[in-house]
């Protein structure tokens, strides 16, 4: 089990530039999110996914799209990055069923907007 | 406002001792309790997760207790080693998914031989 994989692992996009990050997880999970973190903050939710097509906002969404097309693939889209986006992206997986369900991050994604 | 509240922010103490981290939180309504340990340039990992009815849980050499009454949680870790240095986070769930969770800042351990 590679467990949740996201690339790449560093980025420098310029204002207004956009891309995707991507993340994979192979345990079959349903529940797939986007967190950012920023320094002297708690990580935030940026989307969510319970399921293949599903998807929802969570905290910070303003800038960023997702779509779940497969179990597997859960990819973030910055459409015009802004320096405020700035950030450290984790993405993270567990299974939906049970009440208390370990979460399963990423290694993360380090983002640098200019 | 949900918020959790870590304390200290840092703490650095030598290779063998033991100390405490402290979480108090105010979400309401409360499902469970983590403590993640997230190691420079990693994803968190998961200590333990408490639900409202339990007091305490360990893994290894990490002891969390959890006082659902007072709203506080701490994570005891004995015997630390190097490879304890890390940020220690506290994540509290509203309802027993993880669509709603509320995280601290994290407290810094450092380690010293």
């Known amino acids: 089990n590679a467990g949740v994989t996201q690339t790449p692992k560093f980025q420098v996009l310029k204002t207004g530039q956009s891309m995707t990050l991507q993340c994979a997880q192979d345990?079959?999970?349903?529940?797939m999110s986007w967190y950012r973190q920023d320094p002297g903050m708690g990580l935030r939710l940026i989307h969510y996914?319970?399921?293949?097509?599903?998807?929802d906002q969570g905290e910070v969404p303003n800038g960023y799209n997702v779509s779940r097309s497969t179990t597997e693939d859960f990819p973030l889209r910055l459409l015009s990055a802004a320096p405020s986006q700035t950030s450290v992206y984790f993405c993270?997986?567990?299974?939906?069923?049970?009440?208390?369900?370990?979460?399963?991050f990423g290694p993360g994604t380090r983002l640098t907007v200019t | 406002k949900n918020q959790v509240e870590q304390s200290p922010q840092s703490l650095i103490i030598l290779e063998g001792k033991n100390c405490t981290l402290q979480?108090?939180?105010?979400?309401?309504?409360?499902?469970?309790l983590r403590w993640y340990k997230q190691d420079t340039g990693r994803g968190p990992v998961s200590l333990t997760i408490?639900?409202?009815?339990?007091n305490t849980k360990s893994n290894g050499r990490y002891t969390a207790t959890l006082d659902a009454d007072t709203k506080q949680s701490s994570l005891h870790i004995t015997a630390s080693q190097l490879s304890d240095s890390a940020s220690y986070i506290c994540?509290?769930?509203?309802?027993?998914?993880?669509?709603?969770?509320?995280f601290g800042k994290g407290t810094l351990l450092t380690v010293n031989p």
């Open positions: 408490m639900t409202f009815s339990e």
């Open positions: 994540v509290v769930s509203v309802v027993p998914s993880n669509y709603k969770l509320t």
């Open positions: 979480c108090n939180y105010t979400v309401s309504p409360f499902s469970n």
């Open positions: 345990m079959n999970h349903e529940y």
């Open positions: 996914s319970v399921g293949a097509g599903i998807t």
């Open positions: 993270a997986s567990s299974f939906d069923r049970v009440p208390e369900n370990e979460q399963y």
